[in-house]
């Protein structure tokens, strides 16, 4: 295997080498509270298909995407307690995997068949699972996200470009002058000539990205590998006892996760430090507002991506974090979809970027030659 393998970080159907690497880990792949009891929705993640229902009992099951009869897709089924039922000719798979009914057949017939499944776990609003060979891991865990405070897991974002796109753009604190240079303006906060120097070190669960601005304190994230990153940031409102502006620190994590290698979806999950009824009403105003916003960030992205409109012509009462989402999207859908990142040309504001690169670079490495890969540990604490 030649050294362009292990930087092909951005083609993760199976057999690929990073599609290896990612299935390593456990991945979001579904919002909880979109999978009502008894229903079952076929999903597609890193290229390959798969079932996922909810048994009657709220577990969450992760099965083949096709009955082992003849081949159908098993989501048009039935849920039926744990189980699912084919629609086509009423095969039934329990949990496991293995058929324990087959109508008009020798009842010993079914226990000489079965399909794959997935471990899964549900956490912090999401439904993960665990798609690679042998024993899961054990299930990484994010305390931060586990303290009192409004927790908030938005509806997953599905963009048309590869999921590297959207992890370059995690320690990529220089691009934020510009890239938001209308949200920025909007807010009264834009100093170009206080631009950031960026820094990237590496930490036992990845990259700690820090940026310094003259004049103001240090302001860092957390790039986990393999493709998960941690940010704070200030949340306002009006205060519901007092009507004054109340603010609280919100944490914010997301995951980049390939649906094939032209398409990805962005999980996240927000935990603002409200209390009382300052949370309450935070809970109310935000949810209002993701109820609002939908698919308008992909809407106005692809009208600025074709020429129809212009970012800074955005309607005035678009929120921030609608704005934000905006240019967003068309900074890195404007990307290439999928394809190598050796025409690159990277600068001193790209050193977080670069190494965390470099990271996969080398696990991708040891991973097709056998070698010991790195044991990633979450930080117990944010400044870690």
């Known amino acids: 295997m030649s050294e362009n393998d292990y930087l092909d970080f951005e083609h993760t159907g199976p057999g690929t080498l990073a599609g290896r690497y990612l299935r390593l880990f456990w991945q979001p792949v579904y919002r909880g509270e979109d999978l009502p009891r008894g229903k079952a929705v076929p999903v597609r993640v890193m290229s390959e298909d798969f079932t996922l229902y909810r048994g009657g009992g709220g577990a969450c099951h992760m099965a083949a995407f096709r009955c082992a009869h003849r081949g159908t897709q098993l989501s048009t089924g039935w849920v039926e307690g744990d189980s699912i039922r084919c629609r086509y000719h009423g095969w039934k798979y329990d949990e496991s995997g293995r058929c324990v009914e087959q109508p008009g057949e020798d009842p010993a017939f079914a226990g000489k068949v079965g399909i794959r499944t997935y471990p899964t776990e549900e956490y912090l609003g999401l439904i993960f699972a665990y798609l690679g060979e042998g024993k899961a891991p054990p299930f990484r865990r994010y305390p931060q996200f586990e303290q009192p405070g409004v927790l908030i897991t938005l509806p997953p974002e599905r963009w048309p470009c590869n999921y590297y796109n959207r992890l370059d753009n995690d320690p990529d ?30 930490t036992s669960y990845g990259v700690k990205v820090t940026a310094s601005v003259p004049g103001k304190p240090r302001e860092f994230i957390l790039a986990f590998m393999p493709n998960n990153f941690e940010v704070t940031v200030r949340a306002g409102m009006a205060s519901a006892s007092s009507g004054k502006n109340s603010q609280a620190w919100e944490d914010r994590m997301s995951w980049a996760v390939p649906l094939d290698d032209e398409h990805s979806y962005r999980f996240e999950v927000n935990l603002a430090h409200f209390k009382g009824e300052d949370a309450r009403a935070y809970e109310l105003s935000r949810r209002q507002a993701l109820e609002r916003s939908g698919t308008l960030a992909m809407e106005l992205g692809e009208a600025v991506l074709a020429g129809k409109a212009a970012i800074h012509d955005l309607p005035p009462e678009l929120s921030t974090y609608e704005l934000f989402r905006v240019e967003d999207y068309a900074t890195q859908v404007g990307q290439y979809r999928a394809s190598t990142r050796a025409q690159d040309h990277l600068a001193a504001v790209d050193r977080a970027v670069l190494l965390r690169r470099k990271l996969w670079e080398r696990e991708l490495g040891a991973l097709a030659e056998g070698r010991p890969l790195k044991q990633w540990v979450m930080p117990e604490t944010r400044n870690g």
């Open 173 to 202: 604190m220089g691009h934020v002058f510009y890239t938001h240079d209308e949200s920025l303006k909007r807010a009264k906060r834009l100093d170009r000539q206080n631009l950031r120097t960026v820094t990237g070190e590496e």
